[in-house]
Nanobody, 125 residues
Framework: QVQLVESGGGLVQPGGSLRLSCTAS????????IGWFRQAPGKAAEGLACVSRSDGSTNYVDSVNGRFTASRDNAKDTVYLQMNNLQPEDTAVYYCATLWSECTSTSSNYSPRIWGQGTQVTVSS
């Protein structure tokens, strides 16, 4: 069974950066499109970005486009989310997930299939 593990969260000041990593046990990640999601307290989970399983294409929602960059290194079997210019409203638990469908540059929604356990990101001065 695929299990995903996120890492790299933490406390950062406004304007700072973090890089989240997503790894897997049980299977290689390179057969999956991967999505990044977050859930803030009292709010529904929000899809942020996805990375294609085939050609590395990415897609972002407007709220993070230009600040967050999703990528994958198949040699390391790891998917990343580089987050720059973080703001207090980015505070949430961040998750990676395998997706039911492929990610393309024009993806309009991300359908999570298998979730990781999440990593906390807190943006505060």
């Amino acid at each position: 069974q695929v299990q995903l593990v996120e890492s790299g969260g933490g406390l950062v000041q406004p304007g700072g950066s973090l890089r989240l990593s997503c790894t897997a046990s049980g299977y290689s990640l390179d057969i999956y499109a991967i999505g990044w999601f977050r859930q803030a307290p009292g709010k529904a989970a929000e899809g942020l970005a996805c990375v294609s399983r085939s050609d590395g294409s990415t897609n972002y929602v407007d709220s993070v486009n230009g600040r967050f960059t999703a990528s994958r290194d198949n040699a390391k079997d790891t998917v990343y989310l580089q987050m720059n210019n973080l703001q207090p409203e980015d505070t949430a638990v961040y998750y990676c997930a395998t997706l039911w469908s492929e990610c393309t540059s024009t993806s309009s929604n991300y359908s999570p299939r298998i979730w990781g356990q999440g990593t906390q990101v807190t943006v505060s001065s």
